[in-house]
């Protein structure tokens, strides 16, 4: 089996169209083109053969599909050292956010305590796609259980020039809004993300959210700066 080959096989011409203005810092021959259903599909088909060991190891991947492949094969790692082993194997690789948002390994849901030290340590990196994931994941695993108001700081501190990681931000405050809105609401009634286009962003996202009623959302669009 080439799963390369086989990646080509799955391909959707017209939804690779379509993908590529979703993702236009990649390279239009990087892109094959497939939906990402059929993709997990196939990481789960393959999970358990020799190719997938080898092509686990085989960075840097060309086409966005494969580290898309790749990203959906780390999720299934069910022991936490060895998928985060490969997640940091994996990280420096990543060069768009839909590969970056695809990795979210299930087993990171029930090891907190020793997921929350690496996540602070990729969000000093210099790499935005290792900050992005680190903010995606502290949206993913710490806005329930063992949220601490705290880890604001940790998002905020993040804001700089790059738009993906800003756009994380934005992102993980309007889940915070929707979760945690007692404390999430005065980051934005006390001004504290610095940065306008990421504090009116977070807003506008968090009023595109069924789970907000109308009144708080007309609330959020007059702190709107």
Not at 36 to 48: C, N, Q, V
Not at 53 to 68: D, I, Q, R, T
């Amino acid at each position: 089996m080439n799963i390369k080959e086989e990646l080509f096989k799955l391909q959707d011409k017209k939804y690779k169209e379509f993908h590529q203005k979703l993702v236009p810092n990649v390279e239009n021959e990087r892109i094959i083109g497939i939906r990402t259903p059929i993709l997990r599909k196939y990481a789960k088909s393959i999970k358990e053969t020799p190719q997938t060991k080898e092509f686990l190891a085989s960075l840097p991947h060309y086409y966005l599909e494969e580290n898309n492949l790749h990203a959906f094969l780390i999720e299934q790692i069910k022991d936490f050292d060895e998928c985060l082993e490969e997640v940091e194997s994996f990280l420096p690789f990543v060069d768009n956010w839909a590969t970056c948002d695809s990795l979210k390994p299930a087993v990171f849901k029930k090891n907190h305590q020793k997921l929350l030290p690496k996540i602070k340590i990729w969000l000093k990196s210099n790499d935005t796609y290792a900050v992005r994931f680190a903010i995606v994941s502290l949206m993913n695993y710490f806005l329930d259980d063992d949220f601490e108001e705290y880890m604001y700081d940790l998002v905020i501190d993040a804001v700089c020039d790059e738009y993906y990681i800003n756009m994380a931000v934005a992102w993980y405050f309007s889940f915070a809004l929707v979760k945690q809105y007692e404390s999430a609401i005065k980051v934005f009634e006390q001004k504290r993300i610095k940065d306008k286009q990421t504090h009116n962003k977070s807003l506008q996202k968090a009023r595109e959210s069924f789970r907000i009623d109308q009144i708080t959302k007309d609330y959020l669009k007059s702190l709107k700066i």
